[in-house]
């Protein structure tokens, strides 16, 4: 049996999370848990917890990938969780463990998990009008050597699609 693939969400973490982010990543959970995939994510809240939540109740299976050592940190969504007790260094877990990235929203730690996945050549897809760092570097390169160009799309399915459709 093939190894199902992994996408990781990320963006927007609690404190910052707007009403449109949580529910494009909702959308994207389901869509991922639709499609067979398995969703990874940071593991918190925000954006981490609405594609969970959106995963598990699509029927599918999703991951958390926390800073802390302890599980119960995790937000209620993820049916399995990782407690790296390594802090905000698990952002390279995350992006490394990705077959490919879908960003809703997002600050500074977004952008370290695209830069992570942008240096292993990991497909990144920013969902549009979502703000934060997907509309920054949306259809944008990360740096001057333009190694791969983070796509993106309007919508949580034609996110999830493009994503699936990446993947090699």
Do not use: H, W
Request: glycine residues 14%.
């Amino acid at each position: 049996m093939a190894r199902r693939k992994q996408i990781l969400v990320v963006g927007f973490g609690k404190d910052q999370c707007t009403d449109l982010a949580y529910q494009i990543a909702y959308k994207v959970g389901f869509e991922l848990a639709k499609s067979g995939a398995v969703l990874l994510t940071g593991g918190l809240g925000g954006v981490m917890e609405a594609a969970s939540r959106g995963a598990t109740e699509g029927g599918g299976f999703a991951i958390g990938i926390i800073p802390q050592d302890d599980k119960a940190k995790s937000n209620p969504y993820c049916d399995a969780v990782i407690a790296t007790g390594i802090g905000y260094a698990r952002d390279f877990v995350t992006a490394n463990s990705a077959d490919a990235v879908i960003v809703v929203g997002g600050g500074a730690g977004t952008l370290i998990e695209l830069c992570a996945a942008y240096q292993s050549k990991t497909p990144i897809v920013a969902v549009k009008g979502t703000g934060g760092i997907a509309d920054r570097y949306a259809d944008q390169y990360l740096d001057d050597r333009q190694t791969q160009r983070v796509q993106s799309e309007g919508s949580a399915e034609t996110a999830v699609k493009r994503a699936l459709s990446l993947i090699k």
